[in-house]
């Protein structure tokens, strides 16, 4: 199964960007402009992307010991599976590493996605260390 793993420096403290990270239902703010908007409703976190894409996602878990969200897209366009993790880790006093690991089927959406996680990692970066 492809995956893609996309990992950043960010300089603030592990503390700053978890707190901001697992508050799922602003990921429009933390991600923003790659994400224009967001909500949450039960475990279903609905997303609009600056290309005018709305995808539907299921929040799988929270966990708060290992500052890491999992998530999954529920009917996705041109994707049978879609399964993603973002963490992040300590790496330093003012300073932690943001893991994002997506895996996927088929294969061929990867060239749609891969730029999503790119700007996305990117967008976060800049949002946190603007804070």
């Not at 960007?17 to 799922?24: K, S």
């Not at 049978?80 to 943001?98: I, K, T, W």
């Amino acid at each position: 199964m492809p995956s893609i793993k996309k990992q950043v420096a960010v300089n603030v403290a592990a503390e700053k960007a978890w707190a901001a990270l697992r508050r799922v239902e602003d990921a429009h703010k933390l991600f923003a402009p790659v994400l224009v908007d967001g909500r949450l409703d039960a475990d279903i976190r609905t997303v609009t992307f600056a290309n005018g894409m709305v995808l539907r996602e299921r929040v799988l878990d929270i966990d708060d010991e290992k500052r890491r969200v999992a998530y999954a897209a529920i009917d996705a366009p041109g994707m049978a599976y879609h399964h993603a993790s973002m963490q992040v880790l300590e790496d330093g006093p003012n300073r932690c590493q943001f893991v994002w690991i997506t895996d996927f089927y088929p294969a061929e959406v990867g060239a749609t996605i891969a730029p999503l996680i790119e700007h996305g990692a990117s967008a976060l970066k800049t949002n946190l260390e603007a804070q």
